[in-house]
């Protein structure tokens, strides 16, 4: 059996399904994946925990056939925190470089980030995330890494991500009545662009559009860091309820008939196609054009690409991110998604899953899965860094130093 500190879990509880996803170091450093679980989920409404009960139940599924599968025991687990809770800003710090020399140390950046913290937030709210973006030396803009350089004046500028504090209550709570220790928790979208986004996107300018159930997360990367973070309360499960009252079926009918026929794209489809309901459900009865399907999808997926653009326009990067939209969640792998997005936010757009990895990829290559996997893949790095280059070892731990601060 493999040592403990070399399994890596990603718990993704979400508003559709739970899913862990396991991972394990290889004699070469390399990640492995080799454990995936997923249950489906009964007590999050929205991104949030509302049943604690059956939570935990579907919690304690998720991670007992990922256990089977990877043939041992999991006891902790890095799990998102999801809903439209979560929001962001910038904070800028100001200090003067400690030194007589006037050469900024890395004690200097610590401080700086510190200075930027000192911020009013709403008394039922924490900070998740306190994450250094970027730095200016005696006024010198842009400055990624400012230890080393010469000058009186250091400025810093972290990304603050808060939650709520009840919903941070009810997913502890459910994690560890479950049985399962919780080594970290991410914000969901930061946590779906770990496993979606590469360097060169996020140096760019991204967003990730995490499109679940009935949340969409929202991430915008900038200069590698991010920038901007945000959960819409809206996902593919409005597209079912949209098909049921569109068609008067049931909900279980109207998601067979997306999973089966929809497609994004109405101008695609022939008005010959049709949907004979009572292939679905023998219960149902009536045939529909195909079409009709596609219109319903389509305008759902235009007001949730709307509220998107709405979004970056708050940041003033409404088509204006070079590395383009990436879309992920289950909700991207809807046929032609990605043309109704480039429409409406005037972004190349791709459907990002996970990739690169070891393993049992063939399963955890879907978007349904970049939560999970991007938890996982945190957690990796994480222990990597400790052991890692000393440059980027001291980048990371400098994050999680001031975030685990928030993190009791
Ligand atoms: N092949 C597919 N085609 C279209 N839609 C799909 C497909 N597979 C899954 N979906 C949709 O994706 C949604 C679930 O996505 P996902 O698994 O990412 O949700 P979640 O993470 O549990 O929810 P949330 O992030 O909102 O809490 C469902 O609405 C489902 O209908
Ligand atoms: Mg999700």
Do not use: W
């Given at each position: 059996m493999a040592a403990k500190e070399e399994i890596f879990v990603g718990l993704d509880?979400?508003?559709?399904?739970i899913t862990s996803v396991v991972g394990r170091v290889d004699e070469e450093g390399v990640l492995d994946v080799i454990g995936l679980g997923t249950s489906f989920s009964t007590g999050v409404r929205k991104g949030l925990v509302n049943e604690i009960e059956e939570t935990v139940s579907g919690i304690s599924e998720s991670m007992e056939i990922a256990e089977r599968m990877a043939g041992i025991q999991l006891d902790s687990a890095t799990i998102n925190i999801n809903g439209s809770h979560i929001s962001s800003f910038n904070s800028k710090g100001v200090v003067a470089v400690g030194k007589a020399n006037q050469e900024v140390t890395l004690e200097d950046t610590f401080r700086v980030?510190?200075?930027?913290?000192?911020?009013?937030?709403?008394t039922n709210k924490e900070?998740?995330?306190?994450?250094?973006?970027?730095?200016?030396?005696?006024?010198?803009?842009?400055?990624?890494?400012?230890?080393?350089?010469?000058?009186?004046?250091?400025?810093g500028e972290v990304q603050i991500v808060t939650v709520a504090q009840p919903a941070v209550k009810n997913l502890k709570k459910s994690v560890s009545q479950a049985g399962v220790a919780i080594d970290d928790i991410i914000a969901g979208p930061l946590a779906a662009s770990k496993a979606v986004a590469s360097k060169r996107e996020k140096e760019l300018g991204c967003v990730i559009?995490?499109?679940?159930?009935?949340?969409?997360?929202?991430?915008?990367?900038?200069e590698e860091k991010p920038l901007y973070v945000s959960v819409l309360p809206i996902g593919a499960m409005h597209i079912t309820n949209d098909i049921a009252i569109g068609l008067r079926t049931s909900i279980d009918v109207a998601e067979k008939v997306k999973l089966k026929y929809g497609t994004s794209l109405a101008k695609s489809v022939a008005e010959k196609e049709k949907v004979d309901l009572s292939e679905i459900d023998i219960n149902e009865?009536?045939?529909?054009?195909?079409k009709h399907v596609a219109e319903i999808i389509e305008a759902r997926?235009?007001?949730l690409f709307s509220l998107v653009k709405g979004e970056l326009r708050k940041i003033n990067r409404d088509g204006q991110l070079p590395g383009g939209a990436i879309l992920t969640g289950g909700g991207a792998k809807l046929e032609d998604i990605d043309s109704v997005a480039k429409s409406i936010l005037k972004l190349p757009c791709v459907i990002g899953k996970p990739h690169n990895l070891k393993g049992i990829v063939d399963k955890v290559y879907d978007p349904r899965y970049s939560t999970a996997v991007g938890l996982m893949l945190y957690q990796?790095?994480?222990?990597?860094?400790?052991?890692g280059s000393k440059q980027v070892g001291v980048a990371i731990d400098r994050i999680k130093n001031v975030f685990k601060t928030f993190l009791p």
């Amino acid at each position: 059996m493999a040592a403990k500190e070399e399994i890596f879990v990603g718990l993704d509880i979400g508003s559709f399904k739970i899913t862990s996803v396991v991972g394990r170091v290889d004699e070469e450093g390399v990640l492995d994946v080799i454990g995936l679980g997923t249950s489906f989920s009964t007590g999050v409404r929205k991104g949030l925990v509302n049943e604690i009960e059956e939570t935990v139940s579907g919690i304690s599924e998720s991670m007992e056939i990922a256990e089977r599968m990877a043939g041992i025991q999991l006891d902790s687990a890095t799990i998102n925190i999801n809903g439209s809770h979560i929001s962001s800003f910038n904070s800028k710090g100001v200090v003067a470089v400690g030194k007589a020399n006037q050469e900024v140390t890395l004690e200097d950046t610590f401080r700086v980030d510190e200075a930027a913290q000192a911020i009013q937030i709403p008394t039922n709210k924490e900070i998740l995330h306190i994450i250094p973006r970027i730095y200016s030396v005696d006024g010198q803009e842009g400055v990624k890494d400012p230890v080393g350089m010469t000058g009186v004046r250091l400025e810093g500028e972290v990304q603050i991500v808060t939650v709520a504090q009840p919903a941070v209550k009810n997913l502890k709570k459910s994690v560890s009545q479950a049985g399962v220790a919780i080594d970290d928790i991410i914000a969901g979208p930061l946590a779906a662009s770990k496993a979606v986004a590469s360097k060169r996107e996020k140096e760019l300018g991204c967003v990730i559009v995490d499109i679940g159930a009935s949340t969409t997360g929202i991430i915008v990367y900038e200069e590698e860091k991010p920038l901007y973070v945000s959960v819409l309360p809206i996902g593919a499960m409005h597209i079912t309820n949209d098909i049921a009252i569109g068609l008067r079926t049931s909900i279980d009918v109207a998601e067979k008939v997306k999973l089966k026929y929809g497609t994004s794209l109405a101008k695609s489809v022939a008005e010959k196609e049709k949907v004979d309901l009572s292939e679905i459900d023998i219960n149902e009865e009536g045939v529909i054009p195909r079409k009709h399907v596609a219109e319903i999808i389509e305008a759902r997926l235009g007001e949730l690409f709307s509220l998107v653009k709405g979004e970056l326009r708050k940041i003033n990067r409404d088509g204006q991110l070079p590395g383009g939209a990436i879309l992920t969640g289950g909700g991207a792998k809807l046929e032609d998604i990605d043309s109704v997005a480039k429409s409406i936010l005037k972004l190349p757009c791709v459907i990002g899953k996970p990739h690169n990895l070891k393993g049992i990829v063939d399963k955890v290559y879907d978007p349904r899965y970049s939560t999970a996997v991007g938890l996982m893949l945190y957690q990796f790095e994480e222990s990597e860094s400790k052991g890692g280059s000393k440059q980027v070892g001291v980048a990371i731990d400098r994050i999680k130093n001031v975030f685990k601060t928030f993190l009791p």
